[in-house]
């Protein structure tokens, strides 16, 4: 079994998680932010992961330590779960709509850990807290997880839609990119480090 368990406690967060990358979509979330349950929800079930999570946050400052922090263990489980990633897929795309929005995400599990993100259509402020917020969560997952991680958000108005049609085009980008579909490691120097 593909799986990880990450537990992580400093001042402002206490996370406990464990992921299956050969689950179901079996998805128990409780970060204590409605919106960050929703968003990784989405992601888990279309990645077809088991996912369990929660997190308690210094929510009483704002929620930036808690989505940064849950990006660092998701990150951190996800690179654990791969292991060695031999006869992973490690590329894979998706491109999602929501209603009035469409959002691309495209992975590359090579150990290289970049992000590209531009928020420039995302509204200032969505479900209550800036988005600044989401830019913090997915650079914190690429970095741990060891990911070249590209979102574009192609067009849309709605925040929610723009934010839901990303997480679940990342949950199939990623379903794709580890899945075991070749036969030794992807990648011609021979080492995914």
Known sequence: MRQAT????????????TLNLDGEGKVAVDTGIGF???????????AGFDLELTCKGDLEID?????????????????EALGDKRGINRVASAKVPMD???????????????????DALLPGLIAGDEKDV?????????????????VKFEYGQNGHHLLEAAFKALGLALAHAVTVGRKGVSSTKGSLD
């Open 6 to 17: 990450v537990a992580r406690t400093t001042k402002e967060t206490d996370i406990s998680l």
């Open 36 to 46: 960050a349950d929703h968003m990784l929800t989405l992601c888990a079930f279309w």
């Open 134 to 150: 989401w830019r913090e969560f997915l650079k914190s997952l690429a970095y741990k997880a060891g990911m070249n991680l590209h």
């Open 100 to 118: 009035e929005a469409l959002a691309e995400v495209v992975v590359d599990l090579s150990g290289r850990p970049y992000i590209v993100y531009d």
């Open 63 to 79: 929620t930036h330590h808690s989505l940064e922090d849950v990006g660092l263990c998701l990150g951190q489980a996800l690179a």
